[in-house]
């Protein structure tokens, strides 16, 4: 398990002789899914109930771009290199305590160009042929109609392989996606698909207009064969992105990228955008563009601060949410970044703090946007929550609002610190002031609750 078999030939396989190969999954339950190539091929032909033997009848899978999923029963169909497949754990596992499940796969190790067949303008679910890792940048560099892998994961710790579920619920059942722009985790307990596919290992790609897709030899990568979600090294591409998650308390996660790379546009680029398979339970979290869900989107260079990212997010729980900054690198180290509520109104610095919310279920398009810079007192509409504290200007007149608690007390200052105003025991949850004696300038507003709470916001 995890080693890696590399040869460096072109052209056709020139293999004989038999191998076995292990792969080892995560730890599985009964219902779940794992998604599976095979690195080798054998006469007869190895077949999916020759990986799974105690997996039930109806449990083998592979996928038709128009007719979605078909059963192969009693596992007799056999393992195409290149071609992927899905394949139900042992009937003898237990349904609510994991295995791990040891694979072998035996044959004739796969090696030289392999040529799969794909359907045009579809998502289609292709593997990994090798007995070794595939350097992801060098399988999407040499096939330009493809742009994003989704990579399918439930909610487990990350694991020698990745496995999949598809009747089995866990709270963040969702695909990892990874393309040129970079990748996105489905918890924040996985690592994030970064360069990598291991042996083995099937996923789902999204075909541009191509009828094939070529795995060379020359894809094939030394180690980092234990998980997919390994880092590469540095390819000289200049990458400053973002990572936004989308969470509740209770478990629920969805994670978007935004980014501003070398060779991307800021319209549609199928290497370096990802649409949404939408396929968490639970939650989506999306950019939007030329009215696509984008779950990786890139954006063109130079950066604009003017920019403005239209966020969207569907929900089947009610309740609070949160959005926040997983992390960032690129010129985003010294980039601020704004959430606004389109809603309430607020606009929130996601590098002070996070922004929690409450919603209903359903599915929302038009009440976040992703910004870069912010407004401030005197010169429009500005607003920020902080502890259900929102703060507005408008038609000079400055605006206190708190969701939660009386205020208590309300301190404005000018840029050079001088009180300009100041109010005690409002004892309500509203404050409107009119006519400050102020220049056009920046002002610094302290609010006290009647909790103690103290809130600053220039």
């Known amino acids: 398990n995890n080693s890696s078999l590399l040869q460096t030939n072109t052209g056709t396989n020139i293999n004989s002789g038999n191998i076995t190969y292990r792969r080892d999954t995560q730890p599985v339950r009964r219902y779940d899914f794992t998604y599976w190539s095979t690195p080798v091929t054998s006469a007869p032909a190895f077949t999916l109930a020759n990986l799974s033997p105690a997996t039930l009848l109806d449990k083998y899978y592979s996928y038709d771009p128009a007719a979605g999923w078909i059963i192969s029963f009693n596992g007799i169909l056999p393992m195409a290199k290149g071609s992927g497949y899905i394949v139900r754990s042992p009937q003898t596992f237990d349904i609510t305590i994991p295995a791990v499940y040891p694979a072998s796969f035996i044959g004739v190790p796969n ?156 319209n549609w680029d199928i290497q370096y955008d990802a649409e949404t398979m939408d396929a968490n339970t639970y939650t989506d979290f999306y950019s939007i563009n030329q009215n696509m869900s984008l779950t990786i989107q890139g954006r063109g260079l130079p950066f604009e601060n003017s920019d403005v990212i239209p966020l969207g997010y569907k929900t089947t729980i009610a309740g609070d949410f949160t959005i926040s900054i997983d992390h960032v690198d690129g010129f985003f180290d010294n980039q601020n970044v704004y959430l606004e509520d389109k809603t309430t109104g607020a606009v929130s610095d996601l590098k002070a703090q996070d922004y929690t919310f409450k919603t209903e279920a359903g599915t929302f398009t038009d009440r976040f946007a992703l910004r870069y810079t912010n407004k401030t007192l005197g010169t429009g509409d500005f ?29 404005i200052f000018d840029i050079t610190g001088k009180l300009i105003y100041n109010k005690k025991k409002v004892g309500n949850t509203e404050l409107s002031i009119s006519n400050l004696q102020s220049a056009d300038q920046v002002l610094l507003v302290k609010v006290n609750l009647e909790n103690n709470a103290e809130v600053t916001r220039k």
């Open 111 to 266: 090696n030289g160009n392999v040529m799969v067949n794909v359907v045009p303008n579809s998502f289609n679910l292709i593997g990994n042929p090798y007995p070794s890792a595939v350097n992801a940048f060098q399988l999407l560099s040499a096939n330009s109609t493809i742009g994003s892998l989704y990579f399918w994961m439930h909610n487990a710790p990350p694991s020698d392989a990745v496995s999949g579920d598809a009747t089995y619920n866990y709270t963040s059942s969702d695909y990892a996606v990874f393309n040129s722009s970079g990748g996105v985790t489905t918890s924040n307990a996985a690592q994030t698909p970064a360069g990598y596919i291991a042996a083995g290992q099937a996923f789902f790609t999204n075909n541009g207009t191509g009828n094939s897709i070529l795995f060379t030899n020359s894809m094939r990568a030394s180690g980092n064969n234990s998980q997919f979600y390994k880092t590469t090294g540095t390819d000289n591409i200049e990458r400053n992105r973002i990572w936004l998650n989308f969470a509740n308390k209770e478990g629920a996660f969805k994670q978007l990228l935004v980014g501003y790379i070398d060779g991307a546009t800021n």
């Open 383 to 411: 607003e920020n929550v902080k502890d259900g504290l929102l703060i507005s200007v408008k038609d000079k007149t400055i605006k206190v609002t708190s969701s939660k608690e009386n205020i208590k007390e309300v301190n």
